[in-house]
């Protein structure tokens, strides 16, 4: 059945280290959102994507960096630059002028 | 400079009674509301939304209301139940900032049995 899925569930990273979140979706959906989530706050875009081989910067993009190749993928990649990576994180897609995003189940992300 | 505030980080209520759940935001420009359910470790589920062209939207338990002039939106869950228990978040968009979600920073309500 349709749905975004997030690998992996769980990831931990060595300081100094870039790793990549797997996000896919087989909704057919135009555009894809990358969100992270701290303690205590709402979520925060990081990059989003309107359509394939096009990506625009969210509210707190340093230190990620995505691509979009395939119109179903949209990884996340956590560079070393980011100061403070421990997070857990959301992505999400959405369809034409329907505002509703649907969400996958999130990667939690702790840097050791 | 956060646009969506939701000042009530908790919210206890007891079953059967009703849960409500307030939202201001700043942005005029915002024309679409929704309101989320997050599980701890889960991603969020759309719950209900409403444009700004309407004041209600109604969704079995779930009603949502928008004062447009007070810029104020609150989600009336009744009656709760203990699945209710989860943290909600609301949101905002317009269609000329792409559907981008703005996002409050969430209430956890907690149902008692």
């Known amino acids: 059945d349709g749905g975004i899925t997030q690998s992996p569930k769980y990831l931990f990273r060595k300081e100094g280290q870039n790793v990549t979140l797997s996000c896919e979706q087989n909704l057919n959906h135009d555009a894809m959102y990358w969100y992270r989530q701290d303690p205590g706050q709402g979520l925060r875009l990081i990059y989003y994507s309107q359509i394939v081989n096009d990506f625009q910067k969210g509210d707190i993009a340093e230190g990620y960096s995505v691509s979009r190749e395939k119109k179903e993928s949209f990884p996340l990649t956590v560079t070393s630059a980011q100061k403070n990576p421990t997070a857990f994180y959301l992505c999400?897609?959405?369809?034409?002028?329907?505002?509703?995003?649907?969400f996958g189940q999130g990667t939690r992300l702790t840097v050791v | 400079d956060q646009q969506v505030k939701q000042n009530s980080p908790s919210l206890s209520v007891q079953e059967g009674r009703i849960s409500i759940l307030n939202c201001d935001y700043t942005?005029?420009?915002?024309?679409?509301f929704l309101w989320y359910k997050k599980y701890p470790a889960e991603g969020p589920t759309f719950l209900i939304s409403?444009?700004?062209?309407?004041d209600k939207n109604e969704d079995g338990r779930f009603t949502v209301f928008l004062n447009k002039s007070a810029k104020h939106l609150s989600l009336h869950i009744v009656p709760s139940q203990p699945g209710d228990s989860a943290v909600y978040f609301c949101?905002?968009?317009?269609?000329?900032?792409?559907?981008?979600?703005?996002f409050g920073a969430g209430t956890t309500v907690t149902v008692r049995a």
């Open positions: 409403i444009s700004s062209i309407k």
């Open positions: 999400a897609s959405r369809q034409g002028a329907i505002a509703e995003a649907f």
């Open positions: 942005n005029s420009m915002f024309d679409y």
């Open positions: 949101a905002a968009t317009s269609r000329s900032n792409d559907y981008k979600l703005s």
